[in-house]
């Protein structure tokens, strides 16, 4: 809060956490704030938190950022290449240029990219510059998409080192933090090959992405227990005023196809944190643009 003026809102900061199609649940909580008429005057976002918080922050309501993930396919944003991911990520730079302003600076509210520089192993969070090339670094999970250049710096998925930037919040002026954190849980069942049903449905479910194979299950399961890990540790350092998880572990990384069902779980955690924080401490709900 400034100085000069003890009465001024606080700044109310939206922390969008990665966590591919899990990060889907973001936009159920946007649509459970704006029901509340709670103001969000800044956003921090790294990987699909990146691309959602770009969207709301250059002026598009929760509403319309259901409509447009609703109508996008794999086609708008896929793109072979025989480089170092499976995935050039042209598409997705198309994709996000016909949406996103060129700059940081041409968006209707503040905003925090995170990313990992993959040569350094460190957090960097971009604010200024250019916007597509940002948000594109900050998806770009390993593996999956190739990095990004950035001014000579090579780097990616921002979740990789931060996957809830609450800290980047207090570079925007943060006074009041809201943390949507879709997170891969720790737990999780794990379901071994002989007990999946026939090879045809199984080969199937493997080309619709509603499968993984033995190795990519445990490899990717062992990435979401130690991104759940380091999340919780910096959270106990950075906590937000407000934090909403998607604890759903039936919710995978690439459970694209349950689109809707994870927007509806994303605002029912979002309604179910607000009635907690009621009943318990009404005095630190969010404020509101009432």
Do not use: C
């Amino acid at each position: 809060m400034s100085e000069n003026d003890a009465s001024a809102p606080p700044v109310v900061a939206l922390v969008l956490s990665g966590g591919a199609a899990r990060g889907f649940a973001h936009v159920g909580v946007l649509q459970a704030l704006e029901e509340r008429e709670v103001r969000v005057d800044a956003i921090a976002g790294t990987s699909m938190g990146a691309i959602l918080g770009a969207l709301y922050a250059s002026g598009m309501d929760a509403g319309e950022i259901f409509d447009l993930a609703d109508r996008a396919s794999w086609r708008d944003v896929i793109d072979l290449s025989l480089g170092s991911g499976v995935l050039k990520g042209d598409r997705l730079h198309e994709f996000l240029a016909e949406l996103l302003p060129d700059r940081f600076e041409d968006l209707d509210r503040p905003l925090a990219v995170t990313t990992t520089d993959v040569e350094h192993g460190e957090e960097r969070i971009l604010m200024r510059g250019s916007l597509v090339d940002a948000v594109r670094a900050s998806a770009s999970f390993p593996g999956a998409f190739e990095p990004v250049t950035w001014h000579g710096r090579t780097l990616a998925d921002g979740g990789i080192v931060n996957n809830l930037p609450v800290a980047a919040a207090a570079l925007l002026g943060g006074e009041y933090v809201i943390a949507s954190d879709a997170t891969p849980p720790r737990r999780a069942a794990y379901v071994r090959p002989h007990e999946e049903g026939p090879w045809w449905d199984r080969m199937v479910r493997t080309v619709r992405l509603e499968r993984r194979n033995p190795m990519v299950e445990m490899l990717l399961r062992s990435s979401d227990v130690m991104q759940a890990i380091l999340t919780d540790v910096q959270y106990t350092m950075h906590p937000a005023d407000l934090r909403i998880v998607l604890d759903r572990p039936e919710f995978r990384l690439e459970s694209f196809r349950e689109f809707e069902r994870i927007v509806a779980a994303g605002r029912d955690a979002a309604e179910r944190a607000f009635e907690r924080l009621e009943r318990e401490r009404p005095d630190r709900l969010p404020p509101t643009a009432r």
